[in-house]
């Protein structure tokens, strides 16, 4: 076998080889230059590597010491709200939230801290500038609990945050609300809101706080609420703005409406923080035993105060039962109307005044049901005009009784002047034969003024229906927009006193309307009636009256409810027109005075009040002679 052994080419080629890749090395390989650069660079590079690392080391020895003071701030907090609360920390990780609830007449809004109503919206209704209506927002209405705790802790459930829920119970939608000191042990607000009511129930109730609670302390309640303006004047609407109560026995009475007022009242079953056509009422399921309540006027300026008309407060105490609370309580928000408040009974329909004594019951009993029928088939403003006729045809009678009193007494008038002439001197002796003649006749002076008083109710009862009737809220006849409000046909560039910064149409109707109505009367009593000795001059001061009464009309019903403006105007015309007919197509003058002229020849039987003045008028002249003789 032949042995392998390296020649001469091989070794040539090897070192070749050799050759080129030493030199290949050397040609690649970087110059002083490019070796500083590197150096450059990888120092930068070293320096970042290191920063990075020195801030993952700070990163990862910052997170630790947040992770070890996390429980020690967390510690501290607990043990403040501890310190704070009490037992009731245990619901310190509550959230404060705003929780909305609605049916068809209601949008609520609700608070979890304190847990009261953060909003309430009328959803039927709007303002004066077509905006929505909301009783409560913004903060102008609280309600508060304040009670202490065994561990002598004062707590006002208005700072604390309450847990919620909200869930169903058939058609009824609950709301509950919860203060919780351990799982089966709280306070508890609960809201019962019902389909399409301005009605809900509120329930406030505590669980196994029989040894929270201290006894000694009294539970206060306290609700309050700044009522927001929303007519056109908020001068008019804020007259008939008041806090209006209702005992236990029926009885309502009310705070005073033109300024500041306080009052402490006993057995109070409802309170009703009544605003013009709104109210907000809390009714309680037993009377409260004592309520301190207090109503303060926000409105100095009408042009300054323009967003509250009145601030309201009622200040009371729950009872305990067995060391916890058991309170059954309605939360009313809706119209001020009587139909509606009717319906959920405890007398609520009273909180509407409709004027004093007999005032209210004609209110109530006549106009308010007549109204309400006409208002069912006509337009509300044809409804007045109609109402109007009727009440007018209705008190025809009186207005002929009163006529018919003047012209006897204008029939009569040559005689009294002949008697005031015969006696004019003995001014006793000519007041006695005034008085039989009259007497005789049938014309005594009191048959025109009883006529005249017993309209007077009627007219106070109209007074005051209107401005508080509901039904005419918005509502639009010929060019007044608002029957419940004015009736602006133009703006004044200044604020006139007394009278307003606009024109109303109707009172300068109605104004006009008195005026010629009062021309006509005023005539015919200054024909008739002569001036009585010892009495004011009744001509004279009806002759001013011309012009009074039409002044007073136009200055003081420029704000008022153009409904009452409206009856006014429609009332007056109508009674120009059955004076007129009584004038000239039912008395007949000559017929009159042959009555008076029989009436004469009759005796006539004195009644007492005759006989008693007549006593009195003799013993009046014994007196006036026996004075004379001692002056002689």
């Not at 010491?65 to 501890?82: F, K, M, R, W």
């Not at 609950?174 to 000191?181: A, D, E, G, P, Y």
């Not at 004594?357 to 308010?368: P, S």
Request: aromatic fraction near 12%; proline fraction near 3%; include cysteine.
């Amino acid at each position: 076998m032949e042995e392998k052994k390296l020649d001469t080419k091989s070794i040539i080629g090897f070192v070749l080889i050799f050759g080129i890749l030493l030199f290949m090395m050397w040609q690649n390989s970087p110059t002083e230059a490019e070796l500083a650069e590197k150096a450059k660079q990888e120092q930068v590079e070293k320096d970042k590597k290191e920063e990075a690392e020195k801030e993952t080391s700070t990163a990862t020895l910052n997170t630790s010491a947040e992770v070890n003071a996390a429980p020690i701030s967390d510690s501290l907090q607990q043990i403040a709200l501890q310190n704070k609360l009490g037992a009731f920390a245990y619901n310190a990780n509550a959230k404060e939230e705003v929780i909305t609830v609605e049916n068809e007449v209601l949008k609520l809004k609700f608070n979890t801290k304190g847990a009261y109503l953060a909003e309430v919206e009328l959803k039927k209704h709007v303002d004066s500038k077509n905006e929505s209506i909301y009783l409560i927002k913004e903060n102008n209405s609280s309600f508060n609990l304040n009670f202490g705790t065994t561990d002598n802790r004062i707590l006002n459930t208005k700072d604390l945050i309450f847990n919620s829920k909200v869930f169903k119970n058939g058609e009824n939608t609950i709301v509950s609300f919860k203060l919780n000191v351990s799982a089966n042990q709280f306070l508890e607000y609960k809201y019962i809101i019902k389909p399409s009511e301005y009605m809900m129930d509120f329930v406030i109730n505590s669980q196994g706080l029989d040894q929270v609670l201290n006894s000694s302390k009294t539970v206060d309640l306290d609700w309050s609420l700044k009522a927001y303006s929303y007519d056109q004047s908020i001068s008019y609407e804020n007259r008939y703005t008041e806090l209006v109560y209702n005992y236990e026995g029926g009885e309502v009475n009310e705070l005073s409406i033109s300024g500041d007022d306080e009052e402490e009242e006993q057995e109070v079953k409802w309170l009703s923080f009544k605003q013009h056509f709104f109210s907000s009422i809390l009714v309680s399921d037993k009377a409260f035993e004592k309520v301190k309540m207090a109503s303060k006027n926000l409105v100095e300026d009408e042009k300054v105060d323009t967003l509250f008309t009145k601030h309201f407060n009622a200040k009371t105490s729950l009872a305990l039962t067995g060391n916890n609370i058991n309170q059954n309580f309605k939360f009313y928000f809706g119209p001020s109307e009587r139909k509606t408040l009717e319906e959920y009974g405890d007398n609520l329909g009273e909180s509407i005044y409709y004027g004093w004594g007999i005032f209210g019951w004609i209110n109530k009993f006549l106009f308010i049901p007549l109204f309400g029928f006409l208002s069912q088939y006509l337009p509300y403003g044809i409804a007045i005009i109609v109402m109007t006729v009727l009440i007018k045809l209705a008190m025809s009678f009186v207005q002929y009784k009163q006529y018919l009193s003047q012209m006897k007494l204008k029939i009569l008038k040559p005689e009294l002047d002949a008697i005031k002439e015969k006696h004019k001197n003995n001014k006793m002796k000519a007041q006695q034969e005034t008085m039989a003649l009259q007497s005789k006749a049938g014309a005594s002076p009191l048959s025109g003024c009883l006529p005249a008083l017993i309209q007077m109710p009627v007219f106070y009862a109209l007074f005051s229906f209107f401005p508080v009737a509901f039904a005419l809220r918005q509502k639009k006849f010929l060019w007044a927009e608002d029957l419940s409000s004015y009736d602006e046909i133009a703006k004044l560039p200044i604020d006139v006193p007394l009278y307003g910064d606009h024109i109303s149409l109707f009172p300068i109707l109605a104004a006009v309307a008195i005026f010629f109505y009062m021309k006509l009367t005023t005539g015919q009593q200054q024909m008739s009636a002569p001036q009585q000795e010892g009495m004011p001059d009744m001509a004279k001061m009806m002759k001013y009256m011309i012009y009074f009464a039409p002044l007073m009309m136009l200055v003081f019903f420029n704000n008022y409810a153009s409904g009452l403006s409206l009856y006014y105007f429609v009332s007056n015309l109508i009674s120009i027109g059955i004076l007129l007919v009584i004038k000239h197509f039912i008395l007949d003058e000559d017929k009159i005075l042959s009555k008076i002229e029989v009436n004469k020849t009759k005796p006539k039987k004195e009644n007492r009040f005759q006989k008693k003045m007549k006593e009195i008028m003799i013993e009046a002249e014994k007196q006036k002679q026996a004075q004379q003789k001692n002056k002689k």
